[in-house]
């Protein structure tokens, strides 16, 4: 079944490996095989892992870009998950965890790192949370 890959002008994306931009105007595309696809907004400079959770998606994402290397990727990859896992109690997010690295064993990178994005939605809903306490608290003081 192809993928359509629907552009906006000017947008990025990497398909296999290759950085390709879109032109000036909104373009289609079908993608008929299977190929390492990631458009601009799913890609995560090493930066941007600033975050625990960012922290598991990043090497996720190398393993799909760069297979050569993807055995170093694997092992931070076991690492941060092990690291977040281990601080975590909430079920459906270690339930999360858990489908994010079958998902990776299984060699399904892109599902993966779409479970990461449910980590981000888990960590950004904590830190709120952990914000508006302490906020109140001070308030209070």
Known sequence: MPLKLSLKPGEKFVLNGAVLTNGEKRASLLVQNKACLLREKDIMQPADAN???????????????????????????????????????????LATCVEISRDVMAG????????????????RERLSYVSESI???????
Do not use: H, W
Request: hydrophobic fraction near 40%.
């Open 51 to 93: 975050t625990p959770a960012r922290r598991i998606y990043l090497p996720i994402m190398m393993m799909y870009l760069d297979s050569e290397n993807g055995e170093q990727y694997y092992n931070d990859f076991a690492l941060r998950m092990t690291e977040f896992m281990g601080a975590v109690r909430d079920r459906a997010a």
């Open 108 to 123: 399904s990178y892109y599902k993966a790192l779409m479970g990461c994005k449910k980590l981000f939605e888990f960590e």
């Open 135 to 141: 906020s109140r608290r001070t308030a209070r003081s």
